[in-house]
């Protein structure tokens, strides 16, 4: 706890310090004023000596002091440096992996896109479209199966319709290449076709599927079905 004078003021350690080195340099002048022999231009030469001696001091640790500050700032500019650096090089890590990824999904659409056969648009690139996914999904059938049934049906054209049969009489007339109704292509079409009747390719693949669980095969069928 700080110590208080007779002023009541409190008195900091440096303050303390201070005046006990002006106490003592005037305890030693006043030393030498009682030494005899010795003028009064000695006696203010040892007097003056203390506070130089002082002073020179106080200076060495200021020095010491800007020494320090100057240090403890070049190793926070070192710092600061270095973390900017990481972060740079984490910056364009990612960014190198992002196009990496792009590129590889650029490389792999163009390797997809040139395996991916091309199918003409009539009746023979419907058929080998099917049969194409008909393997895939596991149904049977053949080339000739489905074009024999297909030009019973429909003589090849994908917007055939029936309006005269019983189906047509129910409101359910047969349409497409193989003359699918309503409800039957609903629970045999087959998934990543289109959904619609008149569709080449989603109405021979749907027929087909009917077809392989009710008879087999569409090789097997050879009338009306």
Do not use: C
Not at 15 to 36: D, N
Not at 127 to 132: E, F, M, R, V
Not at 183 to 191: E, L, N
């Amino acid at each position: 706890m700080p110590q208080q004078n007779t002023l009541g003021l409190s008195l900091t350690k440096r303050q303390k310090i201070s005046i006990a080195g002006v106490a003592t340099v005037g305890a030693a002048a006043l030393a030498f004023s009682f030494v005899p022999g010795n003028d009064q231009t000695a006696q203010a030469s040892e007097v003056s000596a203390a506070p130089v001696a002082f002073s020179a001091d106080a200076k060495t640790i200021q020095e010491g002091v800007a020494k320090q500050q100057t240090a403890y700032a070049g190793i926070a500019k070192a710092a600061e440096t270095a973390a900017q650096k990481q972060a740079a090089a984490e910056a364009k890590a990612k960014a190198d992996a992002k196009a990496k990824q792009e590129r590889d999904a650029k490389a792999r659409a163009a390797r997809d896109a040139a395996r991916k056969p091309v199918y003409a648009n009539n009746l023979d690139g419907w058929i080998k479209q099917s049969l194409a996914i008909m393997k895939k999904e596991g149904i049977p059938g053949s080339y000739e199966g489905l074009h024999r049934n297909i030009m019973r049906e429909s003589s090849g054209d994908p917007r055939a319709i029936n309006n005269w049969d019983i189906n047509a009489q129910n409101g359910i007339p047969s349409k497409g290449l193989l003359q699918v109704i309503k409800p039957t292509f609903d629970a045999y079409h087959v998934k990543g076709t289109k959904h619609d009747q008149y569709d080449p390719v989603a109405n021979i693949v749907a027929a087909a599927n009917y077809a392989a669980d009710r008879y087999g095969s569409m090789d097997n069928v050879n009338s009306a079905y």
